[in-house]
């Protein structure tokens, strides 16, 4: 009743076009988008700012870029970690051999280092595919990460292979990273960042690279029949991919973490972001923010659950609990629908427009 | 659907059942101190006995004498399963609950030390982090709000090569003598390595280095090279969980001598020697306070906990190495709770003001044999600058059933460490930005 597009006429190409044609999403988008910038940083406290929101901001954003990989293009990859890495050693190394160079100047070249990286071990996908390419990024995930441990020119040589990160602001002095650095304003700049990407993803996948990468994802052959270089379609899904993952790393280690050392980027973080876009959605811009919240937020909150509800257990009961809910709420959000949160949020949105006069 | 409804009677009747009021703050008035252990999770069997030596000691003052100085502690526990993300978000849960937030914290993990550094300073809350985590935060001037008494790696470090040393008949025997150091390939494992390059140089000693990938379940070409082509003379050890018993089984299964290997702190509890079985024999490992449960605190905590129902938790674990580390950090910050109350009085305390009394610590003999911790470990005394106070480190050995020591307490050499400590502490501070703050 009222989620209905009767009336809403759509006069120009470009009204057509438009990433929300219904005006129900659009003021659904801008009231999420004012909630996120104005109300949270206002309302959170620090506990939800810092454990909840940033890490969930930071891991949606790496969930997007292995979306593009594996859900758009799909290119099965193991290698996020490694490819998170690559971005926030760059990061470190760029921001410690020129302080001067502005923050996101160096997000964004780190970004285009886990990029180039991204290409270089993209190179295999030209042959292989499917689980046989997972195990050739898998490569990557342990080279890179051994890379940096090894070898200590990317850690400064610092003695223990962890490196800190100095204090770097925006604008003048409004930190970002670093003591003088508050839980909103990070939170802030992620949000920004991870916006401003989102929307990038969004419309790269709307426009030809989109299409060239989906029609690779859904048969490789045709495509090439029909005239999409697949050497062109894979490295460049490669690289955007990588490029997210690279800032997405980079963000954490610079405004989650503050110190971070190589195995703060191993295999388990690639793993978490690979269940993130399946249970979120393969293919769904949407679908990377819903699973990186299932995957981030709902074990804090089961955690915190039986707190809330005044019941007083064992610690290791607790953490036992936890893990045993969340494990089932998986296994039940993949037998009802093995696409993915996206697509339930999909059939509820078709649902809703019959509602409540279903045929 | 009644066998849902079945489930769902039992869980809840699990859940209230689940052992009751268990490291859950209560409304009342007290000092707050949060702990984050692990208790689940693969590290887990170290996990609970230290997290279970820290809760006694607690439950102990609560119970003998009320809390210190008449106020009581109250603790919450969040489980961090060894994960940072969950530590950190552990961390922050607790850090502000209670009256005045939480008096300190005990990381447990260097990945967690290192990612919480940070916050602490933000939020004005020591870190105690003894025996592990980073080494040059033992310099107050830059890290005000880190805590590594008693000991580091770098001592550690230099207290295995002084026993070797003694073994040998003195520092100009070990000129030629070959050393293996078989390491944890993280940045625990590689904290020491500074000090043995430095010692190598002094002493001349051949040193071999044998990175192990975490978890370490995976060692057979590292012994194989180390005891057929290499066979050093003695072979220390950085190791930590599954790593220990592996390369205990190992070594010996490739004939070397397991006498002559020498484990730090993380690498000489029963959980390993005992995984090991009967060729753990005559392992040995640097410690900062002893084994058993053959002191006065031990018996208190059977009189006043276990006897009384009250234990938190495994009787058998008491007087284990891990269980007594657990009551060694509970000890350091209670003790620090209790010197800042002489100066803010005896009232729950902020992060800040516990601070003063970690930087005002004085563990004398006497103070010592009143806590009933008497040769349980070294007095030290805590500075503004000095955070780390390096006590003397003995060797103790696995005779087959427990730890025994078999060395003197050893004096690390300070005068060759602290310059390193100061001038590694400059460096981070010049990279992070920070002024070290002045301390006369």
Not at chain 2, 227 to 247: E, F, H, L, S, Y
Request: glycine share 10%; proline share 5%; hydrophobic share 45%.
């Amino acid at each position: 009743m009222i989620y209905r597009e009767a009336g809403q006429y759509k006069t120009s190409y470009a009204a057509d076009q438009a990433i929300f044609p219904i005006r129900q999403d659009r003021i659904g988008i801008a009231l999420i988008l004012v909630v996120a910038f104005g109300l949270v940083p206002l309302v959170g406290s620090q506990y939800v700012l810092s454990t909840i929101m940033i890490p969930f901001l930071l891991y949606s954003l790496a969930a997007l870029g292995l979306n593009i990989l594996t859900g758009y293009a799909g290119q099965l990859s193991l290698g996020t970690g490694g490819f998170m890495a690559c971005g926030a050693f760059a990061a470190y190394k760029l921001t410690t051999a020129f302080p001067g160079l502005n923050i996101l100047i160096v997000l964004f070249l780190s970004g285009v280092v886990a990029a180039g990286v991204g290409i270089l071990f993209g190179l295999p996908s030209l042959r292989i595919k499917g689980f046989y390419l997972a195990v050739a990024t898998l490569a990557s995930q342990f080279f890179l990460v051994w890379l940096f441990t090894k070898v200590a020119w990317f850690t400064n040589y610092a003695s223990s292979g962890v490196v800190s990160v100095p204090p770097r602001a925006v604008f003048g002095s409004i930190f970002v990273t670093g003591n003088e650095s508050t839980p909103a304003i990070k939170y802030l700049f992620a949000l920004s960042v991870v916006s401003v990407l989102a929307l990038a993803a969004k419309n790269m996948t709307r426009c030809s690279i989109g299409r060239q990468w989906m029609a690779i994802r859904d048969m490789d052959i045709a495509a090439e029949i029909i005239g999409i270089r697949p050497l062109h379609a894979k490295l460049s899904a490669f690289a955007i991919s990588s490029f997210y993952c690279g800032v997405a790393g980079a963000l954490w280690g610079f405004i989650y973490l503050g110190g971070f050392e190589p195995t703060a980027f191993n295999i388990d973080i690639s793993f978490k972001i690979l269940f993130m876009i399946i249970i979120g959605g393969l293919g769904s811009i949407l679908g990377s923010f819903l699973g990186a919240a299932f995957i981030v937020v709902l074990p804090i909150a089961l955690s915190n659950g039986p707190a809330a509800l005044g019941l007083h257990l064992s610690t290791a009961l607790v953490s036992h609990l936890e893990a045993m809910t969340f494990g089932g709420l998986i296994l039940f959000f993949l037998i009802v629908e093995p696409h993915g949160l996206a697509r339930l949020w999909r059939i509820g949105k078709e649902k809703l427009r019959l509602w409540p006069f279903p045929y | 659907m009644r066998k849902l409804l079945l489930t769902a009677v039992t869980l809840s009747g699990l859940a209230l059942s689940g052992a009751g009021d268990l490291g859950m703050a209560r409304a009342e008035d007290g000092q707050f101190f949060g702990l984050l252990p692990y208790r689940t999770g693969p590290y887990a069997p170290t996990g609970i006995p230290f997290a279970d030596g820290v809760a006694d000691y607690i439950k102990l003052l609560n119970e003998r004498d009320g809390g210190i100085g008449g106020v009581k502690i109250l603790t919450e526990e969040c489980d961090t399963a060894y994960n940072t993300d969950k530590g950190v978000e552990c961390y922050e849960r607790l850090k502000g609950k209670g009256p005045t937030g939480s008096a300190a914290f005990i990381p447990l993990s260097t990945g967690l030390t290192y990612a919480l550094i940070e916050r602490t300073v933000v939020d004005k809350i020591p870190l105690s982090t003894t025996g592990y985590g980073r080494t040059d935060a033992g310099d107050g001037r830059v890290f005000p709000y880190v805590f590594t008494v008693p000991a580091s790696y770098w001592t550690g470090a230099d207290v295995a090569i002084s026993y070797i040393a003694q073994q040998e008949g003195g520092f100009d025997k070990l000129k030629g003598k070959k050393i293996a150091f078989v390491h944890h390939d993280s940045p625990f494992g590689k904290e020491p390595l500074p000090v043995f390059e430095a010692l190598k140089q002094k002493h001349g000693f051949q040193f071999d280095v044998f990175p192990v990938a975490p978890p370490g379940l995976e060692q057979k070409a590292v012994w194989l090279r180390l005891a057929r082509q290499v066979k050093p003379d003695w072979t220390i050890m950085w190791g930590w969980g599954v790593m220990n018993a592996t390369a205990i089984k190992e070594a010996a299964a490739n004939g070397y001598k397991v006498d002559h290997m020498i484990g730090v702190w993380w690498s000489g509890s029963d959980q390993d020697t005992i995984a090991a079985g009967d060729v753990a024999k005559g392992y040995k490992s640097l410690a900062f306070h002893a084994p058993g449960a053959t002191f006065k605190v031990h018996a208190d905590i059977k009189k006043h906990l276990y006897d009384a129902g009250k234990g938190v938790g495994d009787p058998a674990a008491v007087g284990t190495v891990l269980y007594n580390r657990g009551l060694f950090n509970a000890v350091v910050v209670t003790e620090a709770i209790r010197t800042a109350q002489e100066k803010y009085g005896k009232k729950p305390l902020t992060g800040e003001q516990v601070r003063w009394g970690f930087e005002n610590l004085n563990l004398t003999p006497e103070r010592l044999a009143q806590l009933g911790v008497e040769g349980f470990m070294q007095p030290f005394k805590v500075t503004c600058a000095d955070h780390e106070a390096s006590t003397a480190i003995r060797i103790q050995e696995w005779d087959g059933k427990a730890w025994k020591f078999v060395s003197d307490w050893i004096e690390p050499h300070r005068d060759m460490i602290r310059p390193m400590i100061e001038a590694s502490a400059a460096k981070f501070a010049a990279e992070k930005g920070v002024t070290p703050r002045k301390c006369d």
